[in-house]
């Protein structure tokens, strides 16, 4: 028996509503409080968990784990369309584990207009016990500060393959033969991943 469009949509509909409730769940969930300021590296003047935010009370971290992966690398590029958009509403900031003139040059060369710093022993990732600062998960963490200066993490997630962040799995997902074995690269002008 043959799905139809309106199979599709119903359940379409469904994974919206369920999505929703899972950001509600993740925001309304339980909050940590950071109770230092953590500083990242970058090729001029460290900057602290605190500065991050800039004028917005709100921040978003990704967790990438730098030049040895085309994956976090197909997501960031993804942020570089999105960066107005987010930026509007959040503070926005991409931490590598790679040092700072590393981060620094793989942006530039990725064309990525967001801000990055280095969180090598910064023991950030650690804290938050997502992976740790030298190798970190993929994903991301948003935080709040409070009127006071207090920092908490609100919720944090991982990116792979199908999740909620990346488009792209979605759609190749919807050609013919699906995703198969396909897999992001840093370059599509070679077969290097």
């Known amino acids: 028996m043959s799905t139809t469009t309106e199979d599709c949509e119903k359940r379409y509909e469904s994974i919206i509503a369920i999505t929703k409730k899972l950001a509600e769940d993740a925001r309304n969930g339980e909050h ?16 602290t968990l605190s500065e991050a935010f800039g004028e917005k009370s709100d921040l978003i971290i990704i967790h990438n784990m730098g030049t ?3 994956w976090c690398t197909m997501w960031a590029d993804g ?22 003139e590393t981060v620094e ?16 022993d910064s023991g950030f990732n650690e804290y938050i016990a997502f992976g740790e600062s030298d190798d970190a ?19 944090t997630e991982c990116f792979g393959d199908f999740d909620l ?14 995703v198969a074995d396909w897999q992001p690269k840093f370059s599509y002008e070679d077969t290097s991943e």
């Open 105 to 120: 040059e793989f942006a530039q060369d990725r064309g990525w207009t967001f801000p990055v710093a280095s969180a090598r």
């Open 68 to 70: 040895i992966c085309s």
């Open 32 to 47: 940590q409080k950071i109770d230092q300021d953590f500083s990242f590296q970058t090729t001029s003047t460290p900057i």
């Open 137 to 155: 998960y993929p994903g991301f963490s948003t935080l709040h500060k409070d009127t006071d200066g207090t920092i908490w993490r609100i919720a």
């Open 79 to 100: 942020f570089n369309g999105m960066i107005d958009h987010l930026a509007d509403r959040s503070a926005f900031l991409l931490l590598s584990p790679d040092i700072p």
């Open 165 to 178: 962040f990346s488009p792209v799995w979605h759609m190749i997902a919807r050609l013919k033969d699906g």
